[in-house]
């Protein structure tokens, strides 16, 4: 007598469905470990299923799963649709017993047919989920549009790194899968794990029975678009001071990073930055990947101990577009967060170069004042050398050393500038969704990209920054104004604006152009001042290092430097926004 085990191989006839395994591990730490009914979204950017998002807003009962249409038909056209990214199905969870599609699921399914004229199967599995039963099954079906709609049993077939379940097979379904033969049942026992905890990618280790993603973001559902921020990317040099705010970020729902800092922690940075005793002489970029996997588990973080020097064009351009751990970016977003200015110069070129934005920061001396800088090709006319062209011209005609130290600055100065970070980081990302918060920021804040903030109400006196006196002229006097921010018009540098073209954009006003045009980002943009023409490039290096202080470590020379493009902003200012509070 033939087996009638499940997966005994007599259905040959099955239709074979490819799914990667970190899709399933998706599945099972979300769906698989509440009560049915849940479920979610699955797609494709392939061959293979590929993609799959939790549906957190579903209409859920005992006996039925009702998806989200508004939500799922926005994932399709902002996110999904734009990526080439195709739906294949709905992986949802019956109670138990009930492991195929209900007449409900055939009439969905009919619905979804019907309206996709090229969509001919749709792939239904049924999930039986560990409180209901126990153990995890996945149940494969599919709805086969022919000359009517019917519902027919398929097989699986898992493809990619197992995350770890395959220990929880049993020894039978694991030969299966090592002889890559497909399957008609799966099922993850979580009694066979043998270790209490996996490791997670960069190297911590988490339980495994992880928290989904409805449970760690529980809270702040409405705060952002979650499934854009999980699709997003940062790439971010320099992770020093920046730390907190890389934190916050996987906070927010970020789950790709690229960090790339050569640094370890030291003694001093205790005082400073977001690190512990326990970190001191580990590279920095490890101790904030960890603190990311205990922030958000499904987070994929790739920790890289060089500097920016280290990385040629194509390198740094396959870690902003390529796929990172299977991770395709839906945007990404380039920071530079170093104290080394010709680093900082170079992000503003490669950003340019890869049509990307770009975010960047810096406190003033003793952490009085601070600014943040943006560009978005598209929006901001001016890139992120226009802004701060006096301080380019300033390094290149000085060719002498900078003493300012950067003792004195207060870590709530830090602290300041990465919140102020932070919205810019969510206004960018979320730039053209329909979030009702953060999708139409940027374009309201447009060519304001020089932000500066006041943490000192004497900053005219302790910094030389009169900006803040300017725009506040006429204010209250009996009132005092300080811890507040100034978001200041840039416009592109050029004849037309009173200056020569700037040497990275051309003074074009539109950074879209820029894509593409740069042959080598890595080149040198300091020219020794013509009474100085004998002066050794490595002393105009030490200059640029020394001078461009970290966003958070240093201080700044400049602030008479950007004053006089501030103020010149300032009648700008009052006339667009005499009734808009941008701060």
Not at 76 to 91: C, H, M, Q
Not at 162 to 176: F, H, K, N, T, V
Request: with cysteine; aromatic share 6%; hydrophobic share 35%.
């Amino acid at each position: 007598m033939a087996s009638t085990h499940p997966n005994s191989g007599l259905n040959q006839n099955r239709s074979v469905i490819r799914i990667n395994w970190d899709i399933i591990a998706e599945i099972y730490y979300s769906i698989g470990q509440r009560p049915a009914e849940a479920g979610g979204v699955l797609g494709s950017g392939g061959n293979r299923i590929d993609h799959f998002v939790f549906e957190e807003t579903s209409r859920n009962s005992p006996v039925t799963y009702t998806p989200d249409h508004q939500k799922i038909n926005r994932l399709f056209d902002e996110t999904w649709g734009p990526k080439g990214i195709r739906l294949k199905g709905f992986a949802h969870s019956h109670p138990p017993g009930a492991i195929s599609p209900s007449g409900g699921d055939l009439d969905y399914a009919k619905r979804i047919l019907r309206g996709i004229e090229d969509l001919d199967e749709l792939f239904l599995p049924i999930i039986q989920t560990v409180p209901d039963r126990g153990v995890f099954t996945v149940h494969p079906w599919s709805a086969v549009a022919e000359e009517v709609v019917r519902l027919v049993p398929t097989q699986i077939l898992l493809q990619g790194d197992d995350d770890g379940l395959i220990r929880l097979l049993s020894p039978e379904l694991r030969s299966r899968l090592e002889a890559e033969e497909p399957l008609d049942c799966l099922m993850l026992d979580p009694a066979r794990q043998r270790k209490p905890f996996r490791r997670t990618a960069s190297g911590a280790q988490a339980s495994t029975n992880l928290p989904t993603r409805s449970q760690i973001f529980e809270r702040v559902t409405d705060a952002y678009d979650l499934e854009r921020m999980r699709q997003s990317r940062l790439v971010v040099v320099g992770a020093g001071g920046a730390a907190d705010w890389i934190e916050s970020m996987a906070r927010a729902g970020i789950e790709q990073f690229v960090l790339i800092d050569p640094d370890t922690v030291a003694i001093e940075n205790v005082a400073t930055q977001q690190v512990y005793l326990k970190d001191v002489d580990r590279p920095k970029v490890d101790c904030i990947s960890e603190r990311i996997a205990q922030i958000n588990p499904h987070a994929k973080v790739t920790a890289l101990t060089v500097s920016l020097d280290d990385l040629n064009d194509e390198q740094f351009r396959a870690l902003c577009q390529e796929r990172l751990d299977g991770l395709h970016a839906g945007q990404t977003l380039i920071c530079g967060f170093t104290d080394s200015f010709p680093a900082q110069a170079r992000v503003n070129r490669l950003g340019l170069n890869l049509g990307l934005p770009t975010l960047s920061a810096q406190v003033y001396l003793e952490g009085r004042g601070a600014e943040v800088t943006f560009s978005y090709p598209g929006v901001t006319p001016a890139c992120q050398r226009c802004v701060t062209g006096g301080r380019y011209r300033h390094i290149r005609e000085h060719a002498q050393r900078d003493d300012i130290s950067s003792r004195g600055t207060p870590i709530f100065a830090t602290d300041r500038l990465n919140a102020i970070k932070g919205f810019v980081a969510l206004a960018i990302l979320h730039h053209g969704t329909t979030h009702p918060r953060w999708g139409g920021l940027l374009a309201r804040i447009g060519n304001r990209n020089l932000v500066q903030l006041r943490l000192d109400p004497d900053l005219a006196q302790s910094v030389g920054l009169a900006i803040f006196d300017e725009v506040t002229r006429g204010a209250d006097k009996s009132r005092l104004l300080f811890d507040d921010v100034v978001w200041l018009p840039q416009e592109p540098e050029n004849p037309q604006t009173g200056f020569e073209p700037c040497e990275d954009c051309g003074g074009c006003g539109d950074l879209r152009l820029c894509e593409g045009q740069f042959e080598s980002t890595q080149i040198a943009i300091w020219r020794v001042a013509p009474d100085t023409e004998d002066a050794p490039a490595t002393d105009l290096d030490a200059y640029a290092e020394t001078t461009a202080h970290h966003a958070e470590e240093g201080s700044c020379a400049w602030g008479s430097g950007l004053d006089a493009r501030g103020e010149s902003a300032v009648e700008q200012v009052d006339e667009e926004c005499a009734d808009e509070t941008v701060s």
